[in-house]
């Protein structure tokens, strides 16, 4: 393909998926409702369905795949400050891991033995993604579990929607259900409670900033905690998917060690931004360096919606998959709850 | 034996650091969503032999180096 063709191909599903990112990154601004991950993802799924012939798409989309998610972690890694991280208190990385534990174990158990999915694949994305971070793990995940299309599209809906059930939840009942039989929660445990339990950095943020602007700096540092463990979670799901898939496609040898290679290359730019935005006092800059952050991840996002068909959506499989995540949502807060009642004061 | 396809495709992305890219390259050559070849797709010569010679292109390379 000559280059210029190649420049040519590319143009309309780069441009697309850009004027999606931006406008979701603008609305970001009126308030915090609109999660610029949240209208980039949902937008481009309607507007990838206003469109009958997709192939035009392939290249442009291909490209912000292959070249936005190493540049969206890289810019992801600035907006982690482990010094932040390093000062909370012990029992919340415990608590943080036994939820990521409770996530993957009840999506899939309800899954398999409840709804008997055999693809257990969409099982594994589901519950990394509901644990560590949302959108931007899935993006992650896709070459380490060489995860399909309509995979990709499940999770990405279980998520979305648990994470709008969870953010109200967390932010206007949880705290006065606990009010009535534990007594009023402390900045501190709703901080924990938000952190720990909310599968998106932007859902954090709205719970907390809707109960109390005092509980964002902590509630976030403890979502960065979680976010650091994208690769190590990723390596996670592909070792899983590759022995526990069920009737979903494995990877082939040459398949998994490409993979690995790439897992090293994006820990590298992500913990290597991060670290050194932490330690060198660089940390001022991520809110200049945020919109991009915001426009180029999303751009990633948008990619995987434009060519999703809607058709494939209403697939019994993909609502019982949103069903099980809500489930786990539901067990993760309930436990969260007691623990942080007990160990976070 | 089935499943041919599926390796040709999955060594075109193993080899290829930009492999969304890859895959979308052997699409528009082939007109066709060659994701959707899985380990139960029924081998087919003439769509194998297009493929290599995309593969090829793609790769960049003289020799399709993979034992089917």
Request: one cysteine or more.
């Amino acid at each position: 393909m000559k280059k210029i063709n190649m420049l040519i191909a590319i143009l309309p599903g780069l441009f697309i998926a850009f004027a999606l990112s931006f406008l979701g990154e603008r609305l970001s601004h009126k308030g915090p409702l609109y999660d610029a991950f949240f209208v980039a993802f949902i937008g481009s799924i309607i507007v990838g369905n206003l469109i009958r012939k997709k192939s035009f798409l392939w290249m442009g989309t291909a490209l912000c795949k292959d070249l936005l998610i190493p540049v969206g972690l890289l810019l992801y890694g600035t907006q982690v400050n482990f010094a932040e991280v390093i000062k909370l208190k012990p029992a919340i990385f415990v608590i943080s891991l036994i939820n990521a534990f409770l996530y993957f174990s009840v999506i899939y158990l309800c899954n398999r033995y409840l709804f008997k999915i055999t693809n257990n694949k969409i099982s594994f994305l589901s519950g990394g993604a509901n644990s560590i971070c949302g959108v931007a793990a899935t993006a992650v995940y896709v070459p380490f579990a060489d995860a399909k299309e309509d995979e990709v599209t499940g999770t990405l809906l279980a998520i979305v929607i648990t994470g709008l059930i969870a953010v109200f939840s967390t932010a206007y009942v949880i705290p006065k259900l606990m009010g009535k039989f534990m007594g009023t929660l402390t900045n501190d445990q709703y901080s924990a409670l938000a952190g720990t339990t909310l599968n998106q950095t932007g859902a954090v943020k709205l719970a907390a900033q809707l109960y109390n602007e005092k509980t964002v700096k902590v509630a976030l540092a403890i979502k960065n905690f979680r976010t650091s463990l994208i690769i190590p979670s990723a390596l996670f799901i592909m070792f899983l998917a590759q022995n526990w898939g069920g009737t979903a496609e494995k990877m082939s040898a040459e398949l998994k060690k490409s993979a690995v290679r790439y897992g090293i290359f994006i820990a590298l730019l992500f913990f290597g931004a991060s670290l050194i935005f932490t330690f060198t006092g660089m940390h001022k800059y991520s809110k200049v360096i945020e919109p991009w952050f915001k426009v180029i991840f999303g751009m990633t996002l948008a990619s995987v919606g434009l060519l999703c068909n809607i058709k494939k959506i209403f697939k019994k499989e993909i609502f019982l998959n949103i069903l099980s995540s809500i489930i786990a949502w539901a067990i993760v807060a309930y436990v969260s709850v007691i623990t942080i009642y007990l160990y976070v004061k | 034996m089935a499943g041919r396809l599926k390796k040709i495709v999955d060594h075109v992305k193993a080899r290829s650091f930009f492999n969304n890219l890859a895959i979308s390259m052997l699409n528009m050559k082939l007109n066709t969503d060659v994701e959707r070849f899985s380990d139960n797709t029924p081998d087919d010569p003439e769509l194998e032999k297009k493929l290599i010679e995309a593969a090829k292109e793609v790769l960049g390379k003289d020799k399709f180096d993979l034992v089917l």
